[in-house]
């Protein structure tokens, strides 16, 4: 299985200071940093855009960029993502945009294409993509996209388990409601990159709090 990683997202850090922010994530000790782009169509709620990416790549360039794009039409928008630094762009499989060629537009800009899945979403349907070599790292959502701090659902444990079994050095992610007993479950199902926005945010010690979302995940696979 591949390596654990640990993304906090930096939808749940403080927008007075979001430089300070990213350093923080990156002085704890995480793997990479979890952007979330929502452009109120898509999902019910409106973040922030290309130039977030790009603040984040200059306060902690050593910190790779994980943009997670929750929008109507993401093939419009892998440039200005790739322009600011987005090291993998991840789309949803659910939205209504030529998936493949949306993938294969993100590779051929040098960004790791990533692919989503909201909880109900079938992992059959992102099959096709990874049978085609399309995709490098899948993440399937833990919670309905939209919002930070909500709870896991646990019926996403079953897309987890499907996408290992179809790809065993496949980067398999998990978004919302991850804890240390929530990211316990999602490492036993085959998950091994895990993000975390109000349980490593909110956290007195980030630090602290990575490494012990990384222990339990550890502790936990198979
Ligand atoms: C939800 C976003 C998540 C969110 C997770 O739509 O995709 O990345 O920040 O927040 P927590 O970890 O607080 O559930
Ligand atoms: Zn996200």
New binding site residues.
Partial sequence: MPKIGILP?L??ADFGRLAEECRRAADAGADEL?L?IMDGVF?RNISFGPEVVAMARRAAPELPRNV?L?VARPHEYVDAFADAGANTLLIHVEAPCDVAGTLRAIRARGVRAGLTLNPETPAALAAPYLRAGLVDEALC?T?H??????SFIAAALPNIRSLRAMASALDISV????GDETAAACARAGANLF?????LFRAPDMAAAVAALRASAEAARP
């Fill in positions: 997202s939808l749940a979890h979330d999902v997670h929750m959502m919670v996209p939209g919002f930070g701090g909500q978004d919302g409601g991850i993000v975390a926005g109000t349980t």
